[in-house]
């Protein structure tokens, strides 16, 4: 420790002293002895003081953020979020119960704290006092009683009713306590109660067009398919967020419109940025890129209920014409890892890695086809930019099913609407599908039979079976035993080809701050960006 640190100089002093300087180099040695410059030759070069300042968080600022997904489906009910950016716009005006830290670990969030007296069956959450709703209202338990309850109506049309099937009940006891018991234990619950879809919404709650609720912003507009948005929220909870005074937050389906947006600063982040440009984003001086692999894919979709995908040798056979290495270097420029058919990526703790590796084989799809009774057919794919790479993937697919007997043609759909109007709905499409925290809520969410985006329609009663036991077995190694049984009949049996993991690459201005914050669960620090970034200006 040098005298500089033991003996700091007040912002008061420097100023005095600059003041008292009789040339610029005097000057200059003022600001370094200080620790705003240090020695550099014939050039200066930030010292530590300097350096530490402009890290430090700066309040005011307005930002224009462009997502890749938008349409006239684009919602602020949490229960109903199925898109980047609804996630986003979600986690700006509403808080959950618990949220994740880096290690995706549930955290006290509106919850203060939380317990389980009986190995899971029954949750205990004590709620944080003082907190309100952008209306003024005061946080209580009948709001967290109702948002939790309204996941088990059909008429919510929640996206997580599978995973709120095992909710038993939801009582309030005193001004500051919840308690959820559920129909079987559940060791992860907490963590459930940190996704978007389980934000906290006000009791009562029909109309979620204003966006009320105890988040960072409220919303001042909102347009779906066109724009929101929204302004700093005074009385957040957490004392000192958010910085930023207003986010607008816009749809822009084309991704070399996206990028030519952050490039020419009309807009500040953008996200789903194509893995040819990345590069070119880490070298401007005006732009940033965050790149975050937590299991992010696109994956190919058969539907198990339509023809061709009843076939069993058909859908076997399609998933041995991707060509995984060829498809992460040219259309990802290697920013992907090789995946396998089963959606969970080697980060996980209950990744699996003994299933053998499918590879790319056009002369087993070929035979496949034969004993489907499929050569020769002529096929259809849905495909979009919408869909990270599905249009290029779709291009290496068509290539590789006519070398194994198969004529295809490729349907390329617009990026606006594809998720409402194609996503699942053709014999042949693709998804992009964001990552989720556990491998319970990945599963609960889109291949259990109940599943709202269970994509290929693939029902297996055991599997569904697996979903509910490894929630309440404590046992570390069998529940790793369950996942990988799981993780194999996926592989083997459902209609989902997923070929690789892919990085999600958001690109932000150079001018934002707190974009190092970890989140590792996707995009735009896992979609909670608004709360931790700021404008350096």
């Known amino acids: 420790m040098n005298d500089d640190d033991q003996n700091p100089v007040s912002e008061q002093q420097l100023y005095d002293r600059l003041t008292r300087a009789t040339s610029r180099r005097e000057a200059l040695k003022t600001l370094a002895a200080a620790g705003f410059f240090a020695a550099g030759g014939a050039s200066l070069v930030l010292g530590p003081k300097a350096r530490a300042a402009s890290?430090?968080?700066?309040?005011?600022?307005?930002?224009?953020?462009?997502?890749?997904?938008?349409?006239?489906?684009?919602?602020?009910?949490?229960?109903?979020?199925?898109?980047?950016?609804?996630?986003c716009r979600d986690f700006m005006f509403?808080?959950?119960?618990?949220?994740?830290?880096s290690h995706l670990q549930p955290q006290p969030a509106l919850a203060e704290s939380f317990h389980t007296p009986d190995r899971g069956k029954t949750w205990v959450f004590k709620l944080r006092r003082g907190v309100t709703f952008h209306n003024g209202k005061a946080l209580a338990p009948d709001d967290v009683v109702f948002s939790i309850m309204r996941h088990k109506d059909p008429a919510t049309g929640s996206k997580i009713k599978p995973l709120a099937d095992q909710i038993d009940k939801v009582a309030a006891y005193g001004d500051h306590e919840v308690t959820v018991t559920l129909t079987t234990p559940n060791v992860d619950f907490p963590a459930i109660t940190a996704i978007s879809h389980m934000l906290i919404v006000p009791h009562g709650t029909t109309d979620f067009s204003q966006g009320i609720g105890t988040g960072p912003f409220t919303c001042a507009e909102f347009k779906p398919g066109v724009r929101s948005v929204a302004h700093r929220y005074a009385d957040y909870w957490k004392p000192g967020k958010p910085y930023l005074d207003t986010i607008e937050t816009v749809g822009i389906g084309d991704k070399s419109s996206r990028i030519n947006a952050l490039m020419s600063n009309g807009v500040q982040m953008i996200n789903d940025v194509d893995p040819h440009a990345a590069e070119r984003i880490k070298n401007a001086s005006?732009?940033?890129?965050?790149?975050?692999?937590?299991?992010?894919?696109?994956?190919?979709?058969?539907?198990?209920?339509?023809?061709?995908?009843?076939?069993?040798?058909?859908?076997?056979?399609?998933?041995?014409?991707?060509?995984?290495?060829?498809?992460?270097?040219?259309?990802?420029?290697?920013?992907?890892?090789?995946?396998?058919?089963?959606?969970?990526?080697?980060?996980?703790?209950?990744?699996?890695?003994?299933?053998?590796?499918?590879?790319?084989?056009?002369?087993?799809?070929?035979?496949?086809?034969?004993?489907?009774?499929?050569?020769?057919?002529?096929?259809?794919?849905?495909?979009?930019q919408a869909a990270n790479g599905s249009v290029e993937m779709a291009t290496f697919l068509q290539q590789a099913a006519d070398?194994?007997?198969?004529?295809?043609?490729?349907?390329?759909?617009?990026?606006?609407?594809?998720?409402?109007?194609?996503?699942?709905?053709?014999?042949?499409?693709?998804?992009?599908?964001?990552?989720?925290?556990?491998?319970?809520?990945?599963?609960?969410?889109?291949?259990?039979?109940?599943?709202?985006?269970?994509?290929?329609h693939w029902h297996d009663p055991?599997?569904?079976?697996?979903?509910?036991?490894?929630?309440?077995?404590?046992?570390?190694?069998?529940?790793?035993?369950?996942?990988?049984?799981?993780?194999?009949?996926?592989?083997?049996?459902?209609?989902?080809?997923?070929?690789?993991?892919?990085?999600?690459?958001?690109?932000?201005?150079?001018?934002?701050?707190?974009?190092?914050?970890?989140?590792?669960?996707?995009?735009?620090?896992?979609?909670?960006?608004?709360e931790y970034v700021w404008w350096k200006g």
């Open 55 to 87: 890290n430090q968080p700066k309040y005011g600022g307005h930002i224009r953020v462009a997502l890749s997904s938008s349409s006239t489906k684009d919602t602020l009910d949490p229960a109903k979020g199925a898109t980047a950016i609804d996630y």
């Open 94 to 101: 509403y808080s959950g119960l618990t949220e994740y830290d």
């Open 462 to 530: 055991k599997f569904d079976q697996l979903v509910t036991a490894a929630r309440q077995e404590t046992d570390k190694t069998k529940r790793q035993q369950m996942y990988a049984d799981m993780q194999r009949m996926i592989h083997q049996s459902s209609g989902i080809g997923i070929p690789l993991f892919i990085t999600d690459l958001t690109g932000y201005s150079s001018q934002l701050g707190g974009m190092d914050h970890k989140i590792p669960l996707g995009a735009m620090l896992g979609h909670r960006f608004a």
């Open 403 to 456: 070398r194994a007997g198969l004529k295809m043609q490729i349907k390329r759909a617009p990026a606006e609407g594809y998720w409402s109007n194609y996503w699942a709905k053709q014999p042949i499409t693709f998804g992009n599908i964001n990552p989720r925290p556990t491998a319970n809520i990945l599963f609960s969410q889109f291949f259990t039979s109940s599943a709202p985006w269970n994509e290929s």
């Open 286 to 384: 005006n732009t940033r890129l965050s790149a975050v692999n937590s299991g992010n894919y696109s994956d190919l979709i058969m539907r198990l209920d339509m023809e061709p995908g009843k076939r069993p040798a058909f859908v076997e056979g399609m998933k041995y014409l991707l060509d995984r290495d060829r498809m992460k270097q040219i259309i990802y420029s290697g920013y992907a890892d090789i995946a396998n058919d089963q959606p969970l990526p080697p980060t996980n703790p209950y990744y699996f890695d003994g299933l053998p590796q499918r590879t790319y084989d056009p002369d087993r799809a070929r035979s496949l086809f034969k004993k489907a009774g499929v050569t020769g057919a002529k096929l259809q794919v849905v495909a979009s």
